[in-house]
């Protein structure tokens, strides 16, 4: 296999585990960084053995040893990375969102078809080993029909009015905080185990800490405010909270709560699927066990174990059983099979493999954010997802 030369643009808090997970791959060479500014981008490519370091990201999206561009900044760029990046015959992996609006993401989709080039988009939680497990049990009919899909996705670091981030912006993060951050995970992931389409939604919406101190140095996501740093008195326009009902595409019902100021839960995403024979349940806080619910006998938690795992989602699995994996890993097998797809060489319209979220899937989560925001504005009414 030849190898793949990748560059990333934006190494805050996630992008260097997007570096660290395709090094595990042993085929992609880290050839630049872009950051927002050169002096930045030289300091993150020594620290992440990137060879080069780029103060604009034009200027990495136009070096040839750079095949596969990586987006990680914050969401109001990501858009002109990857048309950028598309435009310059780059394959393209975006952290989610795709872009901050429907409207761009669907420009997006649009410029990558026909252009022979890959788009993924970093639907990460995927890429646990126990999460395709549940795909595939309710794909062969473990659980019968489902019939109520149900969980929260909730977090606590925005619990102070002294925690900002650039995602309560809606300039530099969209329209939605809460819901595009990580309901759009919550949306993504039980399509995925379920295999459903979310069609209606309708939203609650609320801003718990409507003024927050805006720090007046910069600020890495999620570090919490030093005493020296306690900034101006801001105003947010952005939902920190959120309660949605869902209806999807077979007649199944569901609901599920975001929201970041959620004492005691860190990275706390829990999808439950009941069906009409059983009900199967994963929670990323646990995520070495899958939890199967029965009427008639004993309920069971499976736990992660290569042996007791499908055969068709083994390869997910890389460490025996109670060896724990975790997010890093999940984000790993994310990038392999995503650069399994472009190392392939297969048309972009090819059939994906499950890990592989596409800038279809990206569109669609902006397209239910919007949808919520939507339903929200208009007093909570049954808002159709339009895409
Ligand atoms: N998939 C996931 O689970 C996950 C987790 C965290 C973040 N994200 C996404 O990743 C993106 C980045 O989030 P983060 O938490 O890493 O934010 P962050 O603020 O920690 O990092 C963003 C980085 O982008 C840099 N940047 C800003 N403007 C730039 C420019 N013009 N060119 C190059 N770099 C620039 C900033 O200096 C910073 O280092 C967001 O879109 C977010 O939604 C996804």
Redo the contacts with the bound molecule.
């Keep these: 296999m030849g190898r793949i030369g990748m560059g990333i643009?934006?190494?805050?808090?996630?992008?260097p585990?997007h570096v660290d997970a395709v090094r595990r791959l042993g085929y992609v060479d880290i050839v630049a960084v872009?950051?927002?500014?050169e002096e930045?981008?030289r300091q993150?490519a020594e620290q992440l053995g990137a060879r080069k370091a780029y103060?604009?990201?034009k200027a990495l999206v136009a070096d040839p040893d750079v095949h596969v561009v990586h987006?990680?900044?914050?969401?109001y760029?990501?858009y002109a990375?990857t048309s950028e990046a598309l435009a310059n015959g780059k394959h393209v992996i975006?952290?989610?969102?795709l872009a901050a609006t429907a409207a761009e993401s669907k420009r997006l989709v649009e410029q990558l078809k026909d252009s022979g080039l890959v788009g993924a988009v970093?639907?990460?939680?995927r890429g646990n080993p126990l999460v395709q497990q549940a795909r595939h049990a309710v794909a062969s009919g473990l659980i019968g029909t489902p019939t109520f899909l149900h969980g929260y996705y909730l977090q606590d670091w925005l619990l102070y009015e002294t925690d900002y981030?650039?995602?309560l912006e809606p300039e530099k993060?969209g329209a939605s905080s809460a819901l595009?951050?990580i309901g759009s995970?919550w949306c993504d992931l039980a399509q995925h185990v379920s295999g459903l389409r979310i069609t209606h939604v309708l939203g609650d919406l609320t801003t718990v800490i409507p003024r927050r101190k805006k720090p007046r140095g910069?600020r890495?996501?999620?570090q919490t405010a030093a005493d020296a740093d306690r900034g101006d008195t801001v105003d947010i326009r952005v939902e920190d909270l959120a309660s949605v009902l869902v209806r999807f595409d077979n007649g199944a019902r569901g609901s599920f709560s975001v929201g970041q100021v959620c004492a005691g839960h860190k990275n706390d995403l829990v999808l439950e699927v009941c069906g009409s024979k059983a009900s199967i349940r994963w929670r990323q806080e646990h995520q070495n066990e899958l939890w199967i619910g029965h009427r008639e006998k004993a309920n069971e938690i499976l736990q992660k174990d290569p042996s007791l795992l499908d055969p068709a989602v083994r390869g997910y699995a890389h460490l025996p059983g109670g060896h724990q994996e975790a997010?890093a890993d999940a984000?790993c097998n994310l990038m392999r099979d995503i650069y399994g797809f472009i190392a392939s060489g297969q048309k972009a319209d090819a059939a994906h493999p499950p890990a592989f979220a596409t800038f279809e899937d990206g569109y669609r989560a902006n397209c239910t954010v919007e949808a919520i925001l939507e339903s929200a504005r208009r007093g909570g009414v049954w808002t159709a997802v339009a895409c």
């Design positions: 643009v934006g190494a805050g808090f996630v992008g585990h872009a950051g927002s500014s930045s981008a993150k103060g604009d990201f987006v990680a900044t914050p969401n760029l990501h990375v975006s952290d989610k969102p970093t639907f990460n939680y981030s650039w995602r993060g595009g951050d995970h910069s890495e996501a999620f997010w984000f």
